[in-house]
């Protein structure tokens, strides 16, 4: 007898533990639900249909029809054309291979140096990180008036110091590209610098979102091993670079995938600044802003879909790869 | 967990139902109009883009018509921005469209051809439409013919011709060009090619974009709707492009870029003819009032008043004449309109078909949007009008023009005439010497498959 009221004890304390953990469950969940129905109808779902209408016919107004792999086929027969998306490849390419360092470069050198103990400190800090807040399409209206090639300030203060005034967003014309070496580029006073460099000079404006995670991980480098090394005899230079760099590689990877991902994503900036089509000669149209014509300017949903799983390969590729070589650079400490 | 953190559980829950239910309750209050529809007439659902002072005439159009009427009721509702198309298909494949549209893109036939528009004969009469056929004019029909059917009606055209600041030819001792010759002559007396300091001012420089416009000038056709076939390589095109291109040798692509670009930072963006950064200039008919406003401003300074002129584009030999590239705003009535009768009597008020050309007139004076008929420019009140503004003459010869042509109206219509404008800025801008046979070859193989694609979709 005494054995069954045990059991039924037992039983009925099961019972009410499984009740709390289901009212705690439903608890949970009504709380997370706004974010869970969002997870799910802005995330998941766009993400798992856009999947499938990459492989469909659709223009938003008729039903989607299954093709198969021809929008990946139209892909690749343009990368081995030079057309459509192999043009959107490379301006990217460009735009993030050159945005992405130099951020990198000017984040960590700003950094160190805002990281001194000078008179005004918090002054040029907050100078420096004053721009990333200003809303992007403001800057890039700001941007399109300073780079203005007739009197845009830029081009005033070259001309006033004798210089040579490039067309930024006028020009289709590369920096870094076979092109720029002939010489016919360089002659009539047009060197080759254009949209696309004009983008990349943009692009170094908000970089200090970056510089403040730079001057918080040089803040937490230990002043002992700094002293260590000012006893061995190290200058600023060997100091900078034995102590510093090596202990900010965590960061700097962080800000290459952080940074390499925003700029092969950039779009808001690029569609200003090209009149919304890739202009002047295509120069800007980048793999975001075809995706975006094609989508809904060219009804091509499909196609568009394609691309856009075409940008996440890639992406992903990229980011694989940074990990993968990270293991070479960024330094962990002692395992 | 105890009963008290249960019941914060609940009330939780029952908070964010609240705020839901209040939220979608809101949006009646939200999206409500203050235009009652009278209880016996049809709502007609009018999506356009005007903003501004445009808006105001759009809504006394639709009082106008509201009050001629006793079936429908016309309710505007402006829609300002780049996205009226992206709305437009939400709101199609969500089963919901208006019941008419105004757009300004190249889109009739790629909409018509997908399903998303109506051709004019699912709402019209035969008859109707065979005497609109005939009533308007060969450009405003062009403009919305495809597959040899009506997919909507323009509301008003936008022609191009060159205006020309005749004060300041004059002082050079030139006058309006006539010949492709004469618009060179002027371009190089006021800007001699060579100058070692950044120009002040150019006779004309051509825009890239233009390219629409002088290649039926040249005597060229951007397509064959006969066979299909995309005919950029054609001699006159080239010719056309080859003529553009000339002046990126005579200045430099550098000088041509920092000279157009500096015509967006002129304060408030004013016509750059006024401030003799040219003398001639192509724009739409929309400046005959900016000229207007701008000698009125003069004459009250007490300066001397310039003078201007609007001539159709010079012929080169062969060439035709008074030809171009012709746009437009259409209207256009979306499969699934409710009220798709009611929008087609709108349609026909609007425009002056049927006997309404007087109440047209009216409404393309307030705008100062060229009419779509000869029948509508010799209303009186149009006539007066022309009077008061002689400038807008020639934009109205121009509009009668058997040479004035559209983007073509094929599907991948948008594609089309971004390549075209892209070719050309391409040629324009190179810093190399261009090879425009190779350029022109390959934008047409280019952008054939891309139209064949189109055509060949659904």
């Given at each position: 007898?005494?054995?069954?009221?045990?059991?039924?004890d037992i039983?009925?304390?099961?019972s009410?533990?499984?009740?709390r953990?289901?009212r705690?469950?439903i608890?949970?969940?009504?709380?997370?639900s706004?974010w869970?129905?969002?997870?799910l109808?802005l995330f998941?779902?766009p993400?798992?249909?856009s999947?499938?209408?990459?492989?469909?016919?659709?223009?938003?107004i008729?039903?989607p029809r299954f093709?198969g792999?021809?929008?990946?086929?139209q892909?690749a027969n343009?990368?081995?054309t030079?057309?459509?998306?192999?043009?959107?490849?490379?301006?990217?390419?460009?735009?993030?291979?050159?945005?992405v360092?130099l951020?990198?470069?000017?984040?960590?050198?700003?950094?160190?140096?805002?990281s001194c103990?000078?008179r005004?400190?918090s002054i040029?800090r907050?100078l420096?990180y004053?721009?990333?807040v200003?809303?992007v399409?403001?800057?890039?209206?700001?941007?399109m008036?300073l780079?203005?090639?007739?009197?845009?300030?830029?081009n005033?203060?070259?001309g006033s110091?004798?210089?040579?005034?490039?067309?930024?967003f006028a020009?289709?014309?590369e920096l870094v590209s076979?092109d720029?070496?002939?010489e016919?580029?360089?002659?009539n006073?047009s060197a080759p610098?254009?949209s696309k460099?004009a983008?990349v000079?943009?692009?170094?404006?908000?970089?200090?979102?970056f510089?403040?995670?730079?001057?918080a991980?040089?803040g937490?480098i230990p002043k002992?091993?700094?002293?260590?090394?000012?006893?061995?005899g190290?200058?600023?230079?060997?100091?900078?670079?034995?102590?510093?760099?090596?202990l900010?590689?965590?960061?700097?990877?962080?800000?290459?995938?952080?940074?390499?991902?925003?700029?092969v994503q950039?779009f808001?900036?690029?569609?200003?600044?090209?009149e919304?089509?890739g202009?002047p000669?295509?120069?800007?149209l980048v793999i975001s802003?075809?995706?975006f014509?094609?989508?809904?300017?060219?009804?091509?949903?499909g196609?568009a879909?394609a691309?856009a799983?075409?940008?996440?390969?890639?992406?992903?590729?990229?980011?694989?790869?940074?990990?993968t070589?990270s293991?070479?650079?960024?330094y962990?400490?002692?395992r | 967990?105890n009963?008290?953190?249960?019941?914060?559980?609940?009330?939780?829950?029952?908070?964010?139902?609240v705020?839901?239910?209040?939220?979608?309750?809101?949006?009646q209050?939200?999206?409500?109009?203050?235009v009652?529809v009278?209880?016996?007439r049809e709502?007609?659902?009018?999506?356009?883009f005007?903003?501004?002072?445009?808006?105001?005439i759009?809504e006394?159009v639709?009082?106008?018509?509201?009050?001629?009427?006793?079936?429908?009721?016309?309710?505007?509702?402006?829609?300002?921005g780049?996205n009226?198309?992206?709305?437009?298909?939400?709101?199609?494949?969500?089963?919901d469209?208006p019941?008419?549209l105004?757009?300004?893109?190249?889109?009739?036939?790629?909409?018509?051809h997908?399903g998303?528009?109506?051709?004019l004969?699912?709402?019209?009469?035969?008859?109707?439409?065979?005497?609109?056929?005939?009533?308007?004019f060969p450009?405003?029909?062009?403009l919305?013919?495809?597959?040899n059917?009506?997919?909507?009606?323009?509301?008003g055209?936008?022609?191009r011709?060159?205006?020309v600041n005749?004060?300041m030819?004059a002082?050079?001792?030139?006058?309006?060009?006539?010949?492709i010759a004469d618009?060179?002559?002027?371009?190089?007396?006021?800007?001699?090619?060579g100058?070692?300091k950044?120009y002040?001012?150019?006779?004309?420089?051509?825009?890239?974009?233009?390219?629409w416009?002088?290649g039926?000038?040249f005597g060229?056709?951007?397509?064959?709707?006969?066979?299909?076939?995309v005919?950029l390589?054609?001699?006159?095109?080239?010719?056309?492009?080859t003529?553009?291109v000339?002046?990126r040798?005579?200045y430099?692509p550098?000088?041509?870029?920092?000279?157009?670009?500096?015509?967006q930072?002129?304060?408030g963006?004013t016509?750059?003819?006024?401030?003799?950064?040219?003398?001639?200039?192509?724009d739409?008919q929309?400046r005959?009032?900016?000229?207007r406003a701008?000698?009125?401003?003069q004459a009250?300074k007490?300066?001397?008043?310039t003078?201007?002129?609007?001539?159709?584009?010079?012929?080169?030999?062969g060439?035709?004449p008074?030809?171009?590239?012709?746009?437009?705003?259409?209207?256009?009535?979306p499969r699934?309109a409710?009220?798709?009768?009611?929008?087609?009597?709108f349609?026909?008020?609007?425009c002056?078909?049927?006997?309404q050309?007087a109440?047209?007139?009216?409404?393309?004076?307030?705008?100062g949007?060229?009419?779509?008929?000869?029948?509508?420019?010799?209303?009186?009140?149009?006539q007066q009008?022309l009077d008061?503004e002689p400038l807008?003459?020639?934009?109205?010869e121009?509009?009668?023009s058997?040479?004035?042509?559209?983007?073509?109206?094929?599907?991948?219509?948008p594609?089309f005439?971004?390549?075209?404008?892209?070719l050309?800025e391409s040629?324009?801008?190179?810093?190399?010497?261009?090879?425009?046979?190779?350029?022109?070859?390959e934008a047409?193989?280019?952008?054939q498959s891309?139209i064949d694609r189109?055509?060949?979709e659904?």
């Amino acid at each position: 007898m005494q054995h069954h009221a045990d059991s039924s004890d037992i039983a009925e304390t099961a019972s009410r533990e499984s009740r709390r953990r289901w009212r705690s469950w439903i608890t949970a969940a009504g709380f997370a639900s706004p974010w869970l129905v969002g997870l799910l109808a802005l995330f998941i779902y766009p993400f798992v249909v856009s999947l499938y209408w990459s492989f469909c016919q659709y223009d938003l107004i008729n039903p989607p029809r299954f093709v198969g792999m021809e929008n990946y086929q139209q892909l690749a027969n343009e990368i081995a054309t030079g057309t459509g998306i192999a043009h959107a490849l490379w301006n990217t390419g460009y735009y993030a291979l050159l945005s992405v360092p130099l951020s990198i470069i000017l984040g960590v050198g700003l950094a160190t140096l805002l990281s001194c103990d000078i008179r005004g400190q918090s002054i040029f800090r907050t100078l420096f990180y004053l721009p990333s807040v200003i809303p992007v399409v403001a800057a890039s209206i700001l941007w399109m008036w300073l780079l203005n090639p007739a009197d845009g300030l830029v081009n005033s203060v070259l001309g006033s110091l004798g210089l040579w005034q490039p067309q930024w967003f006028a020009s289709p014309a590369e920096l870094v590209s076979p092109d720029s070496l002939t010489e016919a580029a360089w002659a009539n006073n047009s060197a080759p610098i254009g949209s696309k460099d004009a983008l990349v000079l943009m692009s170094l404006w908000g970089m200090g979102n970056f510089m403040v995670i730079y001057l918080a991980a040089i803040g937490d480098i230990p002043k002992s091993l700094y002293e260590a090394a000012r006893i061995d005899g190290a200058g600023p230079i060997r100091r900078f670079v034995n102590v510093t760099l090596p202990l900010l590689t965590p960061i700097i990877f962080f800000n290459l995938v952080m940074g390499l991902i925003q700029s092969v994503q950039a779009f808001t900036q690029i569609y200003i600044v090209s009149e919304g089509r890739g202009a002047p000669a295509d120069s800007t149209l980048v793999i975001s802003l075809h995706l975006f014509l094609s989508a809904f300017q060219h009804l091509n949903m499909g196609y568009a879909s394609a691309v856009a799983w075409l940008l996440f390969a890639l992406l992903g590729i990229a980011t694989w790869f940074l990990f993968t070589t990270s293991r070479r650079w960024v330094y962990e400490g002692v395992r | 967990m105890n009963a008290s953190s249960s019941l914060r559980g609940m009330l939780a829950i029952a908070l964010i139902a609240v705020l839901g239910i209040g939220l979608l309750a809101s949006q009646q209050w939200l999206t409500a109009s203050d235009v009652q529809v009278p209880s016996d007439r049809e709502e007609v659902v009018f999506w356009h883009f005007w903003g501004g002072a445009d808006r105001a005439i759009v809504e006394d159009v639709a009082k106008r018509f509201n009050e001629s009427q006793n079936e429908y009721y016309v309710r505007p509702i402006a829609m300002p921005g780049n996205n009226l198309d992206l709305k437009f298909f939400l709101s199609v494949t969500g089963g919901d469209p208006p019941d008419l549209l105004n757009i300004d893109d190249p889109v009739i036939a790629d909409w018509g051809h997908r399903g998303a528009i109506l051709a004019l004969d699912e709402v019209a009469t035969p008859d109707e439409v065979e005497r609109l056929q005939v009533w308007l004019f060969p450009a405003a029909r062009r403009l919305v013919t495809y597959e040899n059917r009506l997919y909507g009606v323009p509301n008003g055209l936008d022609i191009r011709a060159l205006y020309v600041n005749k004060t300041m030819l004059a002082r050079y001792g030139l006058s309006s060009p006539k010949t492709i010759a004469d618009l060179d002559h002027i371009a190089e007396t006021i800007a001699p090619p060579g100058q070692s300091k950044p120009y002040q001012h150019h006779g004309y420089l051509p825009d890239s974009r233009r390219i629409w416009a002088w290649g039926p000038v040249f005597g060229g056709r951007f397509y064959d709707s006969s066979d299909g076939q995309v005919t950029l390589t054609s001699p006159e095109i080239e010719s056309a492009l080859t003529w553009m291109v000339s002046y990126r040798d005579r200045y430099g692509p550098s000088e041509i870029a920092r000279f157009r670009h500096g015509d967006q930072s002129l304060p408030g963006k004013t016509f750059p003819l006024f401030a003799e950064r040219y003398a001639v200039v192509m724009d739409g008919q929309w400046r005959v009032h900016d000229i207007r406003a701008f000698q009125k401003s003069q004459a009250e300074k007490r300066e001397e008043v310039t003078q201007f002129d609007a001539i159709p584009l010079p012929v080169p030999p062969g060439g035709k004449p008074n030809a171009g590239w012709v746009n437009g705003n259409n209207f256009v009535i979306p499969r699934g309109a409710n009220a798709s009768r009611g929008a087609w009597e709108f349609i026909k008020f609007w425009c002056g078909f049927d006997g309404q050309e007087a109440a047209a007139a009216k409404t393309c004076v307030a705008g100062g949007w060229i009419p779509v008929s000869q029948h509508v420019v010799d209303e009186p009140t149009f006539q007066q009008f022309l009077d008061e503004e002689p400038l807008f003459r020639t934009f109205i010869e121009l509009a009668g023009s058997e040479n004035q042509y559209p983007v073509p109206v094929i599907p991948g219509a948008p594609y089309f005439n971004n390549e075209v404008k892209n070719l050309a800025e391409s040629a324009m801008s190179s810093p190399k010497e261009p090879d425009l046979p190779q350029m022109l070859k390959e934008a047409e193989a280019r952008i054939q498959s891309q139209i064949d694609r189109a055509r060949n979709e659904q």
